[in-house]
């Protein structure tokens, strides 16, 4: 088989590949129905994440189980899975406490760029839908590998309910899924910091009310004048920069709720600033794991559709274009089609 | 009327003062029953936050109503009431939600360590007790003025809870009342660290189930290894350095919550490292008034003696003695007699 490799700094290769094969008891093969590209990725794309040797990408992914290992019990080939990017066992103490992306026996879900794809744990990891989805909900189940779970926990992590004021820093695929959970939780008023029409225009699809187009110390005062000066009860912090988790904490009202669920790059916070501010602060990487069977069952009643996200879709040998869309802003979120 | 005046580093001064007067009409002046030395006046006395200008100290009191201004309803004179080191308005949507510390009319108190003492917007600020309590319940009502409150927040904003596993980090009074008021919203196991046996000794009357002697990374591993390798529920950190923040954290099950509640000097947060540890993080200054109705009563109904943590009593005119053994370790926390 064939499938992505990034070699360096803006060089992802389409390549050949060994197929998957079972190597613990607890793996399950899976014959994709589609990938993507994630955010995430941009990081060694773009070189700021050095890459030291040639690494298969994806770890974002729906399909068909091919096969299981022998200690596999909770799924069975024919099953069509959704499942994390972290594999985890969803039995210790951290996976029971809903954060199976610290589960004590954690593994990278890597390489799923590609046709076929070896989960492991995967009693733990994967979640079956009831029935093989049809073709127009794909992209949505796909969604609820990563981008979506994610947006979920940001909204959940920023303690997001009913009659809640969110704000959203970050107009990227998790950012407008945040805004997506953020409806669904009840928020009732969510205020996206966008300078991207296309983009802006999918977030009040999915719910936002308002759209702030300044950034820094303008956007925190625009915040702060759309809230009487009392600051937002929650906010979602969907980038991972100095700049965006500034700006998060400064638009948070004294006693709120600041998520940030996009890993930090060269972030370091002052905590007597913090502080003063009086924000509560949770994060990390996504346990998606948590939220998949209520995720699935949300996009199989058709009450929500994260697909819409995927803004380009490209045969999975056409790879190497998807990143440069992505990179160069042209796409907020490539689908592969295996 | 004398009180202490801080001139510089170690240079603590009971010094004439002109005697407080009305000067909104929000104000009460209160005639003070006790007052006593903050472990945060430790930092300027210690020379490592600036004395700029003579500075009157204290902001921990109780007391009875000497006088009020115009405009007060809720209190009058002849009443014994307790305050907070923040005047708040207590009715502004920061109050509302519990935030009064961050209260948009804030104003701090100071000049406690003195016989009278002005207090800014009397009505959101003071609480009355019941009747003017006797003298064996003064230390313990003067404890809930900040002390008290600020070990309720740390336990509270750590989210503890019936059946939590607690560690506190720092045996200073606040964390000692930490113990307090874990124990009292139903912890079920309190770990103290401290290598300091009178301190050891009172964490333990307060209710800690275990003490550990050991720092930093080998203080985190014994943490690990009395939780099974899980990590304690909640961590509540309360001394504001580097050192101590690092070790709260590292405590921290994933998921887990860490408060912190004393000044944080020079503490610098990696953010990445903070997102892979999962924790919630929470604090800032206390908001004692919050809890202000609540600790008076614990302490009228005897349920709570929060006053034992003053384990050296000095007449105020001896209050430069008071910082030196509070400097030197020789005392917990110094009460003084007005």
């Known amino acids: 088989m064939r499938g992505a490799v990034l070699h360096g700094a803006r060089d992802v290769r389409f390549e050949k590949l060994d197929a998957p094969r079972i190597k613990e008891p607890t793996d399950a093969i899976l014959r994709l129905s589609a990938s993507c590209i994630c955010g995430s990725d ?54 029971k406490a809903g954060y199976q992306t610290s589960c004590e026996h954690s593994q990278p879900v890597g390489g799923a760029q ?46 997001v309910k009913p009659g809640t004021t969110v704000v959203v820093v970050g107009d990227g695929a998790v950012g407008l899924l945040g805004v997506l959970a953020a409806k669904q939780l009840g928020a009732e008023r969510i205020i996206v910091m966008s300078r991207h029409e296309p983009r802006q225009k999918l977030a009040r699809e999915f719910g936002a009310t308002d759209i702030v187009t300044e950034r820094e110390d303008e956007g925190i005062a625009r915040i702060q004048e759309l809230t009487k000066g009392i600051g937002a ?12 988790m500034t700006q998060a904490i400064g638009c948070a009202r004294p006693g709120g709720y600041v998520s940030y669920v996009g890993v930090p790059h060269g ?72």
Chains 1, 2 share one sequence.
Request: aromatic content about 8%; proline content about 8%; charged content about 20%.
């Open 42 to 95: 941009l990081w060694p794309y773009r070189g700021i994440q050095p890459t030291t040797a040639p690494r298969a990408m994806g770890h974002e992914y729906c399909g068909i189980v091919e096969e299981v290992g022998r200690g596999v019990t909770s799924v069975r080939p024919g099953q069509f899975v959704i499942g994390s990017f972290f594999a985890s066992d969803n039995t210790c103490p951290h996976c």
């Open 114 to 159: 590609a046709p076929m794809l070896r989960v492991p744990l995967a009693d733990g990891t994967l979640v079956a839908t009831r029935e093989v989805p049809s073709a127009e909900l794909i992209p949505s189940m796909l969604a609820a590998s990563d981008v979506l779970g994610t947006g979920w926990f940001a909204a959940d992590a920023a303690n």
């Open 267 to 338: 972030v370091k916070l002052d905590a007597q600033k913090l502080f003063f501010t009086h924000v509560h602060l949770h994060g990390g990487p996504a346990p998606v794991r948590r939220y998949l069977p209520r995720l699935i069952e949300l996009v199989e009643k058709g009450s929500i559709e994260p697909g819409k996200v995927f803004d380009l879709t490209l045969p999975l040998d056409k790879v190497a274009e998807g990143y440069r869309a992505m990179d160069e802003r042209r796409a907020i979120k490539t689908l592969l089609r295996v």
């Open 233 to 244: 009860d929650a906010v979602l912090e969907c980038v991972g920069t100095s700049e965006s």
